[in-house]
């Protein structure tokens, strides 16, 4: 065995036994790189890239590193196909569909996780099914078509009954309660909500109980009940603060902050952006850095603090042409007006 091999070797085992460990695998996150760089493009072998993609794949996505996960799941969609691997192929379509998602791509998203559902239903693989129905509803409520996404999630979640998959039905039912919310159906998202939460906790799933407890804030915090929002914030923070979830915590900071600043709180509605600020830039999550300048602009700006409001709407503008992020430019452009406006 070549001392490549044993070096992929090693840090594939490592992270496989690491999921209680992230800060271990955090730190050796540039190896691991390197091994995969080597297994993917040098070593000529389609079964370890194969295990590499999917041993690090809930790595990648934990920490928010979604374009990497693009890039592993389609370079081992290549080997699953050489290998003639069905069952494997329909896991990765799923699991790139959703990356794809998460970089924004959502009509190659939506591409990937047709296939995924082609594929699963001639293979007759159940599971994946499941997971392709419940990853279309999720875009399609994203890309705006909430009854397409109420479709899905209704048949996803009759194929997990029927199979007795308890943790898939929690999860169609986290989506169904996201779905209602758009709606404006909070107290009906709430119950969803409700749902899934003593499921997911009962077989363990500490990813999905965080973002749970995040969705019962939002619906709470809907409904004007915003102290029990704030408590279910911070029990999502320190659920994802737990596991390493760097991109749930920027997001539940943000929900927060934004708690503490409809109460007049505007100190600690600060604090928690710029803390939500730390974390999205060591994670380099620039869409969220420019979110983040923004809002802090708008609660200067608010409080009559001109200057501190046209630097952090400045930054903001700064992040979001660099990103090609429109919505948060204009929205910075707009905010300087005023504030020039205003000086």
Not at 166 to 182: C, D, K, P, T, Y
Not at 305 to 316: I, P, W
Not at 335 to 340: E, N, P
């Amino acid at each position: 065995m070549t001392a490549r091999r044993r070096h992929a070797l090693y840090y594939l085992s490592l992270v496989r036994s690491g999921e209680g460990d992230w800060q271990r695998v955090e730190r050796e996150i540039g190896e691991i790189r390197r091994a995969w760089r080597w297994v993917s493009t040098e070593s000529g072998d389609q079964e370890l890239t194969l295990e590499y993609a999917q041993g690090l794949r809930g790595s990648l996505e934990t920490r928010g590193l979604w374009r990497e996960a693009v890039e592993w799941q389609e370079r081992a969609l290549g080997a699953a196909r050489t290998l003639k691997r069905d069952a494997d192929r329909a896991a990765l379509l799923v699991n790139a569909g959703w990356a794809w998602n998460a970089v924004g791509d959502r009509r190659k998203a939506l591409s990937r996780l047709r296939q995924a559902l082609t594929l699963a239903r001639r293979i007759g693989d159940r599971d994946h099914e499941g997971a392709a129905l419940n990853s279309l509803g999720a875009v399609s409520l994203l890309v705006g078509n909430t009854q397409a996404a109420l479709e899905h999630f209704e048949a996803a979640l009759r194929l997990r009954a029927e199979t007795g998959d308890l943790q898939g039905e929690a999860m169609v039912s986290l989506n169904i309660g996201q779905a209602q919310r758009q709606l404006g159906q909070h107290q009906e998202a709430l119950a969803s909500f409700e749902k899934a939460l003593p499921i997911l906790v009962s077989v363990g799933d500490q990813a999905h109980r965080a973002t749970c407890l995040n969705n019962i804030a939002g619906a709470l915090y809907a409904m004007n009940r915003k102290e029990e929002a704030a408590g279910y914030y911070r029990r999502a923070l320190d659920a994802r603060h737990a596991i390493g979830d760097r991109r749930g915590e920027v997001e539940t900071l943000n929900n927060l902050a934004a708690v503490s600043f409809s109460q007049g709180r505007t100190e600690d509605a600060l604090s928690r952006f710029h803390e939500s600020l730390d974390v999205a830039r060591r994670m380099d999550h620039q869409a969220a850095e420019a979110t983040i300048l923004n809002n802090i602009a708008v609660i200067h700006q608010r409080c009559g603090q001109v200057s501190d409001a046209s630097k952090y709407f400045q930054l903001a503008l700064e992040v979001a042409r660099r990103i090609g992020d429109r919505r948060i430019e204009a929205s910075a452009v707009k905010g300087l007006g005023r504030v020039r406006a205003d000086t």
